[in-house]
């Protein structure tokens, strides 16, 4: 178990992230897929023994870092904050779908014994001279660790990370699905096209260079703070009804009082990525969410697709008790912070293992409503006990 920080991280309900054991003796059985109720779930929690372990994507994912990943993230040359930066910028390159330099960029930052919150946005979604995801790596080294600058960790990332790049599911999803423009891109083409077909999961294509990407950034009007909004540690005190100070903190208004229609976010149309790592103590956590420009094209000339940053930040919450840490960020759906009111409901901040959390995350979302007296369920995670119980209370269901 993790001492002192209990760490999960939500962005779809209906499925957890990968978690793994010491990078660099990942195997099937570490990584295993358990069986409960005759469905397959992902294990929802860090195995104790390592000092270093990375969330990322999927299984596909995890086989593309096995091949480089001892070089990078047990190299004692490179600090905590250099890591960090190091995944940003190889999942920048793995998902130019959803995770274009463009894209808005939010991360938890756990680093000798203090929590940051930082939230990186063009002041003008519009303005093409902007790079949030790249602007907030380049805040990151500044603030936290520049014994190494942006451009040299890109460096050490082109000799080390190798030239080709997996396909994962859902990128694999992302070009199936804009099969025609892509076709059309001549530079898109390039990368993702063979034959008459675009590429699939079991394929790979060439990544750019990331010193080329750092320096797009610095050559160019990227840089300018004033293209930027930097919201650093705008994490709100929670309040219950009675003004009590709740155990929590939230970048959105979560009380009952509160407008629920300045909480509505549309992350339908939004592609969203998460990746984090954490070595003893410390701890990195980000998402990217961008929405794809249609019809399909390139980014700069690169293998990256032109988006725009989301205009509203995914909804995060830090939950603090007297041992423990807990650390939510929640999307999908048009108001993706009541995944956090569901779960703030079953007083989530009060569990004390990880068996209670991943309950907690795993149990059904319903809400009783009055006026006619009804549930409102959600099936498709619920197990029967759970339909029987709503059955016997003799309240109509709605699916």
């Not at 540690?233 to 003004?243: A, F, R, T, Y």
């Amino acid at each position: 178990m993790i001492n002192k920080i209990l760490l999960f991280i939500i962005f779809n309900l209906s499925s957890c992230s990968y978690f793994s054991k010491k990078i660099e003796s990942l195997t099937a059985n570490e990584n295993k897929i358990i069986l409960e109720d005759k469905k397959e779930v992902k294990k929802l929690f860090c195995p104790e023994k390592s000092n270093f372990q990375f969330i990322i994507e999927d299984e596909q994912a995890l086989k593309y870092y096995n091949n480089f990943q001892s070089k990078i993230f047990e190299n004692p040359s490179l600090s905590f904050i250099q890591k960090a930066v190091a995944i940003s910028l190889i999942e920048m390159n793995r998902r130019p779908d959803a995770s274009s330099p463009r894209a808005h960029f939010q991360y938890f930052l756990h680093y000798q014994n203090r929590d940051y919150y930082i939230d990186f946005s063009p002041i003008d979604i519009s303005n093409q001279n902007s790079m949030p995801f790249i602007k907030g790596l380049d805040y990151l080294i500044k603030t936290f660790d520049n014994s190494k600058s942006l451009k040299k960790i890109a460096e050490i990332l082109d000799q080390k990370v190798p030239q080709n790049t997996i396909v994962t599911q859902n990128l694999e999803e992302f070009l199936h699905n804009y099969k025609k423009d892509i076709m059309k891109d001549e530079i898109l083409s390039q990368y993702f096209v063979k034959g008459d077909e675009v590429i699939t999961k079991h394929e790979s294509f060439k990544r750019i260079s990331f010193a080329k990407i750092i320096d797009q950034f610095q050559k160019n009007q990227f840089i300018n703070n004033s293209n930027y909004k930097n919201a650093e540690n705008l994490l709100k005190d929670i309040s219950d009804n009675k003004g009590k100070i709740l155990n929590y903190k939230c970048n959105y208004d979560l009380s009952e009082q509160s407008n629920e229609n300045k909480s509505i976010i549309d992350f339908e149309k939004n592609k969203s990525i998460y990746f984090a790592i954490k070595e003893n103590d410390n701890i990195f956590i980000a998402t990217t969410t961008s929405n794809p420009k249609i019809p399909i094209k390139n980014f700069n000339n690169s293998s990256f697709i032109l988006s725009s940053p989301s205009v509203s930040a995914i909804p995060i919450c830090v939950f603090n008790n007297l041992n423990k840490k807990i650390v939510l960020f929640s999307t999908n759906d048009k108001s993706p912070t009541q995944h956090l009111k569901h779960l703030i409901d079953y007083d989530i901040e009060s569990v004390s293992s990880f068996d209670e959390l991943s309950s907690i995350l795993k149990f059904s979302r319903h809400i009783f409503l009055n006026n006619p007296d009804r549930v409102l369920y959600e099936s498709k995670r619920g197990r029967k006990s759970q339909l029987d119980f709503f059955l016997s209370m003799n309240f109509p269901i709605y699916h």
